[in-house]
């Protein structure tokens, strides 16, 4: 046997090599070494780790077993074994034998964390909670479970959870990145722009002059919704690398975003002079030309791109936008031909074919997005426009669900409050037309709409009044000629 300074050396080697993933040296050294040292434990779980991680699941086995064979109870083995299951795709089977070492190792972290991986597998979001909340009990400053919980908390919908998760991660490592990045987006999401803020601040502040790392903040700022801070730290990043094309491309990108088109076309003069691809160049020239109201300039640019996404939607506004819908449409249903699948490009579809008046067809794309994407408020709310114009039974229940997943969109509130109108529930229906008209003030329809509330509940003096500002108006409304005869009868009696 060699003595115990080399074995130890060796072992060393092959783990790094295993660590930067060299396996076929990493393969190599463990197994040389095990034919001098056949019973070292710490050899025979490397060799089986490293056997693992090739594919190579019998081999590996073989090793963890022999080591069981030696020592029993020795749980690293054991765990191994059960992560080969789950290599081999026998879920179930990992499942129930991890559940089993859980019955003996209560508070083992790894045999928790795996579960909790076994159960996001199987899609049982509310399990896998409970495996790393405990694990969290267990492991105090144990950054990286609150950062794992904190996605599953968002992927239930607990964003106030999510956040406390985030938090309490920043708590344990305040200079950690991915923490700041973390906390920075769920803050957002639960409307603290201030902590948001203060998280990517603190990320600029640790990346310095590292302009690579300060691009992906600003990108993450533009993400969130912090165009004009994601403008600011690309500028900075700039002054730190001078030649950096991809961050000028987002910095014009992000100007055309706040309708900065002036500012835009100085970037895109100087992106012309360094030489950037083409098609990135195009897109952006496109983007300018569009909102110069240059539309025909703005197609020739969008034709000039890659046919992806991105070109469509481009091709579809500049084509609606120049008044012809008719072409709009053509270009999204050819893309949805050859990509059935594409969920955003048929909700724009469904847009298009509102706006042509086909009405089947939209009811027939939404039906389909709404089995796809059955918590999307604004798919429901429309599904549930179209089946109120044909007295479909299924509008009301439809316009409640989109209420449940968004109370604070205008829209949304003006379907549920006419659609228990004509349900004959005035008094309810009022107060979600009330909220509308809160959220959308200029719109002359939701305004219609309270008004058809307030005479179904024999308050005609305030219907007429309203009526009356609504008739006045020179903005053309769906229900204008409604608003007159419902006036007009109302100052006869």
């Known amino acids: 046997m060699q003595d115990g300074t080399q074995l130890q050396a060796g072992i060393i080697l092959a783990r790094l ?31 089986g780790n490293i ?4 594919g190579q699941y019998l081999e590996a086995r073989a090793k963890f077993e022999a080591i069981l064979l030696q020592e029993p109870t020795f749980l690293l083995a054991k765990i191994s074994l059960g992560k080969l299951l789950l290599a081999e795709g026998k879920v179930s089977q990992a499942r129930a034998y991890y559940n089993a070492m859980l019955d003996h190792h209560a508070e083992n972290v790894a045999i928790l964390t795996t579960l909790s991986q076994l159960e996001i597998l199987q899609n049982n979001i509310p399990q896998a909670i409970r495996h790393l909340e405990r694990v969290r009990d267990f492991d105090a400053k144990n ?25 309490s991660a920043k708590r344990i490592e305040p200079k950690e990145p991915k923490i700041l990045f973390a906390v920075a ?9 201030s902590e948001a803020k203060v998280s990517f601040s603190r990320l600029i502040s640790l990346y310095q002059s590292d302009a690579k790392k300060l691009f992906t903040v600003a990108s993450a700022q533009y993400s969130v919704g912090l165009t004009e801070d994601a403008i600011a730290t690309v500028k900075l990043a700039i002054h730190y690398q001078s030649l950096f094309p991809e961050a000028e491309v987002a910095q014009a990108t992000w100007l055309l975003a706040l309708n900065r088109t002036a500012e835009a076309e100085l970037m895109v003069e100087r992106l012309k002079q360094i030489n950037i691809e083409k098609t990135q160049l195009n897109q952006l020239l ?19 791109t890659p046919s992806d996404v991105r070109q469509v939607v481009r091709l579809y506004n500049a084509y609606v936008a120049k008044g ?44 389909f997005l709404v089995k796809k994407l059955p918590n999307q408020a604004s798919l429901l709310n429309n ?63 939701i305004r219609y709409h309270i008004a058809v509330a307030l005479n179904l509940l024999q308050r005609h003096s305030e219907s007429v009044e309203i009526l009356q500002s609504l008739v006045k108006s020179k903005a053309p409304f769906l229900h204008k000629n409604e608003a007159l005869l419902l006036l007009k009868k109302l100052t006869v009696e």
């Not at 496109?286 to 034709?303: L, S, T």
């Open 51 to 54: 056997f693992a991680a090739s």
């Open 185 to 193: 987006n769920v803050a957002m999401l639960v409307n603290d722009v």
């Open 383 to 445: 599904l549930a426009n179209i089946y109120a114009e044909k007295n479909d039974p299924r509008a009301l229940p439809f316009a409640k669900k989109a209420y449940e997943l968004d109370a604070e969109d205008a829209s949304i509130n003006d379907t549920l409050g006419w659609l228990l109108l004509k349900a004959g529930k005035p008094k309810e229906g009022l107060r979600y037309l009330r909220d509308a008209e809160y959220r959308a003030s200029d719109s002359l329809e």
């Open 17 to 47: 090599y295993y660590e930067k993933q060299q396996l076929d040296k990493a393969l190599s050294i463990s197994t040389k070494l095990l034919v001098q040292a056949p019973d070292s434990i710490q050899l025979l779980l490397l060799t």
């Open 143 to 167: 950054w990286r479970v609150r950062l794992e919980l904190s996605s599953l908390y968002l992927r239930s919908d607990l964003k106030s959870k999510a956040f406390e998760m985030v938090l």
């Open 324 to 367: 012809d819908t008719d072409i709009a449409l053509v270009e999204l249903e050819q893309w949805v031909e050859t990509h059935p699948g594409d969920l955003r490009i048929t909700a724009l579809l469904v847009e298009a074919n509102l706006r042509l008046g086909r009405t089947e067809v939209a009811q027939g794309l939404l039906e």
């Open 286 to 304: 496109g983007d300018i030309a569009y909102q110069k109201g240059r539309y025909v300039e703005a197609i020739e640019f969008y034709r000039e």
